[in-house]
Structures are given as C-alpha cells and as structure tokens.
C-alpha cells in the first residue's frame, strides 16, 4: 500500500472536517477522491502531506508517517490555492523549487524546459507569473508538482481554471504518469474527467467516506439494456415482459426503435437477441445500460448518510 488510513480523523473545534477515513492506495493506481466542496478531500490530502495535523488515527504515506522528509522527497503535491510569487518567471520560479529539492544544475537545466513544454508553457517560460492567466498558472503548479519525479503526485483540483484543451492535456499527463508507475491521488469535481482517468475512486461527503472501488464496482447493478431494432411489433415488445419490465419505447429518426428494459434477472442478454431476431425483427444494438458517475454521485449525495 502506497498510502494507508484508519480512522484518520480532523476536528476543527465542533466540526468534523474528516470522519474517521480508512481509504488504501495500491502502487500505480490513479485513485480519484470525489465529494462537494467541504467534504474534507483538501484535509485529507493536506494530513496525508503532514500539514495537518490529525485529531485522531493513523496514516502511513509510502510506508512512512505523513511529513517525513524521506517520503516527502519522492511525493509531488500541486495545492488547491497555489501563491505564486509574481516577479519570479516561470524558470526561476521552478528553478527555486528544483534547488529546493537539491536538484543539481545539470539536472535543472535539463529537466525544467521539458517540464515547461510538457504542460505546454514551451515557449512563455520567461515570462513572470503575475502576467499568467489563471490556467497558466494552474501549469506552472502542475510543473512543480512533477519536479522531482515523485513516485506518488497529490493533485488538488488540478484542472480548475483550465480550458478544455487545458484539461485534456492534464488527462494525457495523468495518463503519462500510470504509465510510468506513478501512483496519483486527485481531488476534482469533474466527474467525467474522474471517470476516464482514474482506476479507482473514493467518494466523501460531510467528511465521511460513502463509497470506494472501481467505476464497474461502483456502477453495476442497473442492469438496464437498451434494446434498437427494426420491425419490432407489439407482440414482440410483449414478449419481452419475461426478463423484465419496458420502461421506455421510442422511435428514432431512423426508422428504428429503441426499447429500454429493467432486467429482473441476470445475463439474459444472449436470450433477449436471440428472441427479438427469432421473432424477425432486425437487431441494431443491444447495449447495457450503466449509470454515470454523475448519477451515482447525485445518488449518494441524496442518501442521509452511510
Ligand atoms: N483551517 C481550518 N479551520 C477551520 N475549519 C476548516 C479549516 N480547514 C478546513 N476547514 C473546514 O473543514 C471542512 C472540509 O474542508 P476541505 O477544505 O477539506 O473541503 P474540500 O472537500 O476540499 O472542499 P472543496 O471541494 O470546496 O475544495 C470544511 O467545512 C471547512 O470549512
Ligand atoms: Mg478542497
């Protein structure tokens, strides 16, 4: 385990900021944490950095305790409100952090525009941060959090402010990352984006944790299939009560129909083809039906509580 929880807990006098949280983040996996604003995900990150300290329970952080400089060295964190100093260029400005880092100059010279070109600031490196707009900004965070080669990046809401190429191009890092074995906790409402990045996720609201596993974990159990043909007469629509109820019927532009059924059973998905061709009609599609993380997140959003 790459970072291990239990019952880690902040209190901020009568405020439960985060609830007794047992989360565990395997190696290379790109873990999305999810929850509205004030769910405690940036408490979270920031106790698991060890700039905040627990109330209560332990973390350990790449088989250490949160903070250690020997952790610390191999973790990059790009921060939800990043101060950037606005007379330093973007260079100095990484240049700083790298010697922060002890990074020799050869290292710097080499490692810098490349980082600069990865976020795609290639050619504005020398301007100064207090002219950046808001998204270049949020780069240049990006940047520093890839400084030092972490094996483990902390990014909080790193694609806020970023216009959408600005946002595909942090997907793509993102992916660049797991495929170099780089374990990546990120804290965003982007829900799609949560959705094609990351390998697993964990949703928090009011600082407890609702639900964690993978997207097909998470989302299973509809079991809802759209069914789109041609020549599907009314007997046939019928007959498709036996696995279950229509819940929607439409014709398309097309000339098809589609044909929307809640399964009461499991796998009758062979079945189902095999009757609506069976009965002649032409089958276009028969695909099934998974909620979106949206609807799951609106979903737990509703529930009184875990
Ligand atoms: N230093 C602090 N002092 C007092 N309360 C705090 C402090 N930091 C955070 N909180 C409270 O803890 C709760 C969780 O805040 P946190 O910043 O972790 O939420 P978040 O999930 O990151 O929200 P957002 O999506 O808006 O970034 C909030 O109610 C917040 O007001
Ligand atoms: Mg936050």
């Known amino acids: 385990m790459l970072i291990e929880t239990a ?14 949280l047992d989360l565990s983040v395997t190696e290379g996996e790109v873990f999305g944490f999810l ?18 300290k627990p109330s209560g329970g332990l973390a350990s ?17 790009l921060p939800e409100h990043f ?7 973007a260079r100095d400005f990484l240049d700083m952090h790298a010697r922060l880092y002890g990074m020799t100059a050869e290292a710097r010279r080499e490692r810098i525009p490349a980082l600069l070109d990865r976020v795609g600031l290639g050619g504005r490196g020398r301007s100064k941060l207090g002219e ?5 900004q949020q780069r ?6 890839l400084l030092n080669r972490p094996a483990l990046v902390f990014l909080d809401e790193p694609t806020s402010g970023l216009d959408p190429v600005g946002r595909y191009e942090v997907r793509e890092i993102i992916r660049e990352l797991r495929g170099e074995g780089v374990t990546v906790f990120l804290n965003s409402h982007y829900l799609s984006e949560v959705e094609v990045t ?24 509809a079991n809802e299939v759209e069914i789109e043909a041609r020549g599907l007469d009314g007997e046939t629509l019928a007959g498709l009560a036996r696995w279950g109820e229509v819940t929607a019927d439409a014709e398309t532009p097309v000339g098809t129909r589609k ?8 796998d009758a998905l062979p079945q189902i083809a095999a009757y609506v061709v069976g009965r002649g009609a032409q089958l276009y599609a028969l695909t099934p039906q998974r909620p979106s993380l949206e609807e799951l997140f609106m979903r737990v959003m509703a529930e009184e509580r875990a």
């Open 140 to 145: 240049v965070g990006l940047a520093q959090a």
């Open 83 to 89: 101060r950037f100093p606005p007379w330093l260029t």
């Open 198 to 221: 990351c390998d697993r996720v964990a949703i928090v609201k009011g600082g407890r944790l609702m639900r964690v596993g993978t997207l097909a974990e998470l989302t299973q159990g």
């Open 35 to 52: 929850g509205p604003n004030g769910a405690g995900k940036t408490t979270t990150v920031k106790m698991l950095l060890g700039l905040v």
């Open 259 to 266: 044909v929307t059924l809640q399964m009461t059973g499991d």
């Open 61 to 77: 952080v790449l088989g250490r305790p949160p903070g250690t400089p020997e952790a610390m060295r191999r973790i990059g964190f």
């Open 132 to 136: 950046y707009s808001k998204g270049m």
């Open 7 to 20: 019952r880690l807990r902040k209190e901020y006098g009568e405020l439960v900021a985060v609830q007794d």
